[in-house]
């Protein structure tokens, strides 16, 4: 069971007070009499089923009742930040894989001056 | 089984039981004796009761293999009552008391020789070569017609233990704790790391499933050279740190609770047994009242340290399953802890040091050690020179290759081996002993850690699986001591002290000074890796080898699994029931991945790795279901009129949780009676409904009107204050999702009423499109279900009667139909909505809903004389029906548009702003003229009594009945009554293209083989020009 941190409340709270509402940042089109048929078909059916970094829609259905978003790693379940309706998400898929692409030059630029312990240890 | 009684096993001093308390118990309905502090396990032993089971699949005799969890055997059937009964209770983990009564479980045998002689007579023998690994597979799934047969009894085979027949009577709780720390173990490395996070301040749960915390040190002593800490020995340092913990006042200790499942996010699930040591059903206390037998922790922790230990592996060897071949260092536990000896002759067969406090506690307790037979060809630490001075002989090199016996070990045989080249190279030495004991190593206890799905990983140096700290899914997770592959009493304690400051960092106190328990020396030497021990025979000819022994796997199974092609652990697994059931895999999995890379040719973490998942041990469902039982198993919503509704005799429905009068008989009245003279009564005089139920938001704003426009079918913009509108409601999709009536009260300010199910998500399903897509409007929504009693009072009598009630003027011209009235209603300030559901003239009272029972008691006062009559939900739906107006979710199923109920006229295709659902009525699926439509049934009547067909709600329709099988579908009835008013039965239903069918025949095929017609109509069957309620 999740622990999710409210944006709104400004508190973890158990996952048995939210509902998850799907994907987030769909946007519904301005002028739907403009789209095609594909293009409507696409906003009310399609959606990602990533492996990985995911932006959900969520409401704290018990508690303050507002809608809010999460970025949550749908492997490992951590969710890596919440933030508000209207704000855009500071991790992205492609935010991470920058960084974890920094992160492994570091390493092996300094595993070629240390030995590594082999302490797993976090 | 009968068992004969040999002299006692208890030695003549020590271990931690109370020799002046004995207890008497039952196993298979003989009565024995054991003391206070004992384990069933260690009474059964030391009573000398050898075999306490057979076998899963081979119906072998079983016996004591382990002390701990790990105990693959001794699976008991446990209670004295009926409704005491608890099935899967291992002997090891269950205290003694008093008039305890335990079972073996032997269904299974009976079952399977049932199943065989019915429907394989010609296989006549249990076991053997008959039941290879995908026996059941292989033998059972032609032809497949037959398996649902076969099914039923290999189910019922493959059972350990039963459940009660009788209700629990016991109760259990469900606590929530929130901690900074967690230490689930309490051995050395828990006791330590659950002090220094105590002395800073920390807050602190440590639990343990064991009847008494200390983990390993329990079973420590100065016979096996057991180490002292700080020149304590092993349990008084453990007694200081308890009485330590104890007193500080923020530490929870949780003796007999297991951490049964790690989940996201640092939530542990632990099981406390509080009372099931002292009797199966709890005792009642001091004050009446009945203890509660369980308490399940949901603990969020800041931080978790897994101190879980390990599990000792045995070996791999021929007949390793007979009674008497036991894991070292459970009969180390059972001499030093519990005072009894498995037996009085031992062979001793291992890889490592550690193990050698076995033999070292045996010689102690004056029995006689056969041999040790080490692996190594040197072995060299403290502990060998200890049994060497004591004169025991070691067989270096060697190890036992099989075990003689039936009921019980009456000797080894010992063998040199070659590890590498698998197979045994010296003469076999035949040794009698009624007692092997082996050890191959120690597998941490690393469960907990991947039940988030953080994959354990294989370390060459431990020889064993460890935690995956450091993984995403194991955050502020951490492990010490022997479930991280620390084995040695001192690494133990340091790799503790780091992890019990590492919390309190994470935690955020100051780290309080704890030093390190200074631990007298003891040198070990490494230990060689074997697993499954060669034969002289082949692996497939040998005799069997075990390696789970909860679920009868050997290593021939295994390997005869590879060589069928089953490469990944997971599908060897499978394929021989490895780790399965309640065992999950504690002592044979990496025996069995060793024995499957060894075939396949490869590592062990080249098979694959573990996946562990919750429950560690079996948690009973009481435990589980808490208080969530009974009337609290789901929350129930009453109106304020149901007491009158309860003395009133009314039968009820659940409607979402709400409870509602279904019908209200009177004498004998059956529901059919009942309903038929409640719907006359409103058709001819006047009824009354308790609507309280449907849901009410009452919305408010500037821009209230134009949400509305946006969120219903149809159009808002013209409708004056006092008038109410029916609405629609679809999702983007253009699916129908829910209706009701709004009314304007003000020009920014709307009463929605919604279904009774629908009015949470309805009121989500709003605040989601205001949150996300249109925070510009000013609109504010609230759920005001639960404030207002609703009362429809329907009928041609409904305006002289609502006129006794309230000073609105009810004249027909002055209130119209679809209009709303504030004023009083018996005297108490209301509103009234004459709206109708029923086709009848109705008024709708809305009075606050703590004044709703003395309305309605007033209007019955008043209701006599016009024949008033209350009618429930069932009443309610003949007359919707009769009327064609749909119930969301019984006449649509969210796959029907509004023009797919006909019901244009409900839609608003030239409202500016493009209304949530309007594009989705212009895709071309929503366009097909063969899309199922709403239309009406009414049965074929071909003789007296047919007008009585009521056809069933869910028939599939056919156009044609002489269609070969499979016919094509093209409709179902969505609802269907008998109308005492129309005198026939009547339906709802969807047909394909049914607009353009009306007069047209359809046929319900019927479950016996006959056939029912039925001839569409149009969906309304009364008043079809809606006269009856614009009266």
Request: with cysteine; net charge negative; charged share 20%.
């Amino acid at each position: 069971m999740m622990h999710i941190f409210c944006p709104y409340c400004g508190e973890l709270r158990e996952e048995e007070e939210f509902h998850a509402k799907g994907q987030a940042h769909i946007e519904r089109p301005i002028e739907p009499e403009a789209c095609s048929d594909a293009e409507w078909g696409d906003y009310l059916f399609f959606r990602n089923n990533p492996r990985g970094i995911h932006h959900e829609l969520w409401i704290h259905a018990v508690g303050c009742r507002k809608y809010f978003n999460i970025t949550r790693h749908t492997v490992t379940y951590e969710i890596l930040e919440t933030y508000r309706m209207g704000e855009q998400p500071g991790i992205t898929a492609e935010t991470l894989a920058a960084e974890q692409l920094a992160q492994s030059a570091a390493a092996s630029a300094a595993s070629s001056t240390t030995q590594q312990t082999g302490d797993a240890r976090p | 089984m009968t068992e004969t009684r040999t002299p006692s096993r208890r030695t003549s001093s020590g271990g931690r039981i109370n020799r002046e308390t004995s207890l008497n118990f039952t196993f298979n309905g003989k009565r024995y004796q054991g003391l206070a502090g004992d384990t069933l396990a260690s009474a059964l032993m030391a009573n000398g009761v050898d075999v306490l089971n057979a076998s899963f699949k081979y119906a072998r005799p079983r016996g004591l293999v382990a002390a701990g969890a790990e105990e693959p055997n001794a699976i008991l059937q446990l209670g004295s009552t009926e409704s005491g009964q608890v099935p899967n209770v291992r002997a090891t983990q269950q205290a003694l008391y008093d008039g305890l009564e335990a079972h073996a479980v032997s269904g299974w045998v009976k079952s399977q020789k049932d199943l065989m002689s019915r429907f394989l007579p010609q296989v006549g023998k249990l076991g053997g070569k008959f039941m290879p690994p995908g026996f059941y597979y292989k033998t059972f799934m032609a032809p497949a017609s037959l398996w649902m047969t076969y099914e039923k009894y290999i189910r019922k085979a493959a059972g350990l233990g039963r459940s009660p027949l009788e209700n629990d009577p016991d109760i259990y709780d469900h606590l929530h704790q929130h901690t900074d720390v967690l230490v689930i173990g309490s051995g050395p490395a828990g006791l330590l790391a659950a002090l220094v996070a105590a002395r800073s301040g920390a807050r602190v749960i440590l639990c343990d499933e064991q009847e008494e915390l200390g983990g390993s040190l329990l079973s420590m002593s100065g016979d096996c050279l057991d180490q002292t800490l700080d020149g304590q020995p092993a349990s008084e340092w453990r007694d200081a740190v308890l009485a330590e913990l104890a007193a500080c006042d923020d530490v929870l200790l949780l003796p007999r609770t297991t951490a049964n499942g790690y989940h996201d996010h640092n939530f542990v699930t632990l099981h406390e047994r509080r009372t099931e040591h002292q009797a199966d059903i709890a005792p009642v206390n001091s004050r009446g009242a009945r203890q509660a037998r369980s308490r399940l922790h949901r603990v969020r922790a800041h931080r978790v340290i897994m101190a879980t230990g390990a599990h000792e592996r045995p070996l791999v060897y021929s007949h390793n399953d007979v009674p008497g071949n036991m894991i070292a260092g459970a009969v180390t536990t059972y001499l030093t802890r519990f005072g009894v000896a498995a037996g009085d002759k031992l062979v001793l067969s291992v890889n490592n040091d550690h193990a050698y406090r076995a033999a070292l506690a045996w010689k102690a307790a004056g029995r006689d050690v056969v041999a040790i037979a080490d692996a190594r060809s040197a072995p060299s630490g403290a502990l060998v020179e200890a049994a060497r001075a004591a004169g025991i002989r070691i067989i270096t090199g060697a190890a036992v290759i099989e075990a003689r016996g039936d009921r019980r070990v009456t000797g080894a045989r010992v063998a040199a081996i070659d590890i590498d080249g698998f197979k045994v190279t010296g003469e076999v030495e035949e040794l009698v002993c009624d007692t092997i004991a082996s050890s191959g190593g120690y597998s941490p206890v690393v469960h907990l850690a991947a039940h988030t799905g953080a994959r354990p990983v294989w370390s060459d140096e431990v020889h064993g699986f460890l935690p995956a700290l450091g993984a995403p899914m194991l955050k502020g997770f951490d492990a010490c001591g022997a479930a991280n592959g620390s084995f040695s009493l001192e690494d133990v304690l340091v790799a503790a002290y780091a992890s019990g400051v590492a919390a309190v960092e994470a935690c955020e106190y100051p780290v309080a000074d704890t030093i390190v328990p200074a631990v007298s020396a003891l040198v070990e030497a490494p230990m060689l890796p074997l697993y499954q021990v060669p034969h002289d025979k082949p692996t497939a000819r040998a005799p069997k080898q075990f390696v789970d022994l909860q679920n009868d796997v050997t290593a021939a199974g295994i390997e005869l699994a590879t060589r069928e092609g089953f490469e990944s652990i997971e599908h060897v697994k499978r394929y021989t029931a490895m780790g399965f059931g309640t065992d999950q895999g504690k002592l044979g999995n990496v025996n069995g991945m060793a024995v499957a890379a060894r075939c396949l040719g490869q590592t062990i973490p080249d098979t694959g790795t573990t996946v562990f998942r919750p429950n560690y041990t079996p948690v009973t469902f009481g435990a589980i279901v808490g208080r969530h039982c009974g009337a609290l198993f789901d929350p129930m919503r009453y109106t304020a009129m149901q007491e009158w509704h309860v003395a009133q005799g009314a039968k009820f429905e659940d409607v979402g949780q709400w409870k509602r009068p279904w019908y209200y008989p009177q004498g004998s009245e059956d529901m059919h009676a009942a309903v038929e003279r409640e719907c006359l009564a409103v058709r001819e005089k006047v009824g009354v409904l308790d609507a309280s139920t449907l849901g009410k938001i009452d919305i408010t704003g500037r821009d209230a009107r134009e949400f509305l426009n946006r969120i219903y079918t149809n159009a808002w913009a013209k409708l004056a204050v006092g008038k109410a509108r029916y609405g629609l409601m679809c999702h983007d999709d253009g699916m129908v999702m829910d209706d009701g009536v709004t009314t304007c009260l003000a020009e920014d300010h709307f009463l929605m009423t919604t279904t009774t199910g629908g009015a949470a998500a309805i009121l989500e399903w709003m605040e989601l499109w205001h949150q996300t897509e249109w925070p510009e409007l000013d609109v504010q929504m609230t759920s005001v279900t639960d404030h207002w009693a609703t009362l429809t009072v329907t009928g041609p009598e409904a305006r002289a009667l609502v006129g006794e009630l309230t000073d609105i003027d009810l004249d027909r011209d002055n209130f119209k139909f679809m209009e709303v009235r504030e004023g009083m209603i018996a005297d108490i300030p209301g509103r009234i909505f004459r709206i109708s559901f029923t086709g009848e003239l109705s008024y709708e009272l809305n009075v606050p809903a703590n004044y709703g029972q003395y309305v309605w008691e007033t209007l019955f006062a008043k209701g006599e004389k016009y024949g008033l009559t209350p009618y429930g939900t069932e009443t309610m739906h003949v007359l919707r029906a009769e009327k064609g107006f749909i119930i969301v979710g019984q006449d649509t199923d969210g796959s029907m548009t509004p023009e797919d109920l006909g019901m244009q006229w409900c839609v608003g295709y030239n409202k500016p702003y493009s209304w949530i659902g309007k594009r989705a009525l212009t895709r071309p699926d929503t366009r097909r003229d063969d899309r199922k439509q709403m239309i009406g049934l009414i049965p074929r009547r071909k003789k007296a009594g047919d007008e009585r067909i009521v056809l069933q709600e869910g028939a599939q329709i056919v156009f044609d009945p002489d269609h070969a099988i499979p016919m094509p579908m093209v409709g179902h009835v969505t609802s269907s009554y008998y109308s005492p008013t129309l005198g026939h039965g009547f339906a709802l239903a969807v047909v394909k293209g049914g607009s353009a069918r009306i007069g047209e025949t359809v046929f319900l095929p019927q479950a016996d083989g006959s056939t029912l017609e039925a001839e569409i109509t149009a969906p309304v069957f009364y008043d079809k020009k809606g006269a009856r309620q614009n009266v």
